[in-house]
């Protein structure tokens, strides 16, 4: 009796590991869908309005996130919960404009005097009432769960200040490979990140200034901002002095304003 109570908690635990489609394919196909590119490739628009046509398969998939147990995703791969993480932010992000739009032009309009739209716990997730701001700090940032400041940028808040949402989901296979891409166009990107070279200081994104600390938490040996930096002054800067002084580290920093209006797509 013990033996066939052992084999059914295996055939069942078994069977809830492959319930979740870890490729998330419904989310990927809605981003493929209705995200793109700029011309530079550095920066994305969403198209929203189009979003909210297929706002049906969204709330699929948002169910899909939420009949994830925490048992279940404990027993994960840490790549498959980074993933699964990031993709739930965005995709939750998503839901929340879709609420309100096209009535808004800032996320920030969802908020009030007391309360932010990251608060907001308007969704389930392991088996708790969540907000964004639960996702991302609670368990995407918590020490020593994952300590990758390259999430900062993968998880989009919905503004054009944000790096781009990639038109694709994550997956646990090229986490990696994405969080790097998408670290990489948004330094690209010299509206929001660039060595000014008449002044010659490094004007760079807000990102960087709120979440200093986590660029100086010893990922791949670095313990500061400016040392992560140097690894991406090829970016950063089109001239060679520029590139020096970013790569030694001996530069000044500005950070840019944050433009907060909606990443809708051009149209």
Known sequence: ???LLSILLILLTATSALAFDQQHTTLDALLKKHVTWNAAGVASGVDYAGLQRDWP????????????????FDRWGKPARLAFLINAYNAFTIQL????????????????????????????????????????????RAPGAYDDPRIHFAVVCAAIGCPGLRAEAFTAERVDEQLEDSLRRFLSDQSRNRYNAQTGRLEISKIFDWYAGDFARGFRGR?????????????????ETGRNKISNGQIEIDYLDYDWHLNKASL
């Open 1 to 3: 009796m013990k033996l």
């Open 57 to 72: 398969q969204l709330k699929s998939y948002l169910s899909e996130l939420s009949a994830v147990s925490r048992h279940e």
């Open 97 to 140: 404009i879709l609420g309100s739009y096209p009535d808004l032009t800032s996320i920030k309009d969802l908020g009030s005097l007391f309360s932010s739209p990251w608060s907001k716990r308007f969704f389930n997730l392991l088996g708790k009432r969540q907000s964004l701001d639960n996702i991302e700090h609670d368990l995407i």
């Open 223 to 239: 313990d500061s901002l400016l040392s992560f930096l140097a690894d991406y002054a090829e970016l950063l800067a089109r001239d």
